[in-house]
T-cell receptor, first 109, second 114 residues
């Protein structure tokens, strides 16, 4: 059974700083997803990573996947307040998707 | 706005009751996914339908069932409700049935079981 662990679970940072959220998973996963959720809102798909070494970037967010280490990272560059949200990673195969507990990110001006 | 609609937005009911949650996917999307989000269990995948057929099953309880109709909308039926079923239920849709596709999430139905 796939287990997904995110860390940190809570992160408070200042605008302009860089930081990385880590997502470890326990067994082989065909793919790795990153989602964003604003308070009281639905989920928004950010990235789908399919292969070892995959890197995707959108604005100040960059996600990467290392399947050998069973690790994905979400890197935030020069954080801005609008990026405050909860970020989930998830992995899985043909039988579904398992999520981490989420990283609650607060970016202070 | 993702284009995925869910009704109702809020639902309050009592233990032992049965409710039906409805999801309409984006125009042209053939797959519908259901998820449950609660403080206890976190975010969990429940079930996927593709073009009317069940495609993948996750942590869905036997008291829960789902179906996708010919017009591609989907319903999630929750029966013999318990307090622990209180949660936010999301549906998502994607164009095809492949998991590597981007999923677009609806606004969710917040269920409270009293």
């Amino acid at each position: 059974e796939l287990k997904v662990e995110q860390n940190p679970l809570f992160l408070s940072m200042q605008e302009g700083k860089n930081y990385t959220i880590y997502c470890n998973y326990s067994t082989t996963s065909d793919r790795l997803y990153w989602y964003r959720q604003d308070p009281g809102k639905s989920l928004e798909s950010l990235f789908v990573l399919l292969s070892n070494g995959a890197v995707k970037q959108e604005g100040r967010l960059m996600a990467s996947l290392d399947t050998k280490a069973r690790l994905s990272t979400l890197h935030i560059t020069a954080a801005v307040h609008d990026l405050s949200a909860t970020y989930f990673c998830g992995g899985g195969g043909a039988d579904g998707l398992t999520f981490g507990k989420g990283t609650h990110l607060i970016i202070q001006p | 706005d993702s284009g995925v609609t869910q009704t109702p937005k809020h639902l309050i009911t009592a233990t032992g009751q049965r409710v039906t949650l409805r999801c309409s996917p984006r125009s042209g999307d053939l797959s519908v996914y259901w998820y449950q989000q609660s403080l206890d269990q976190g975010l969990q995948f429940l079930i996927q339908y593709y073009n009317g057929e069940e495609r993948a099953k996750g942590n869905i309880l036997e008291r829960f069932s789902a179906q996708q109709f010919p017009d591609l909308h989907s319903e999630l039926n929750l029966s013999s409700l318990e307090l622990g079923d209180s949660a936010l239920y999301f549906c998502a849709s994607s164009v095809g049935g492949a998991w590597q596709e981007t999923q677009y999430f609806g606004p969710g139905t917040r269920l409270l079981v009293l």
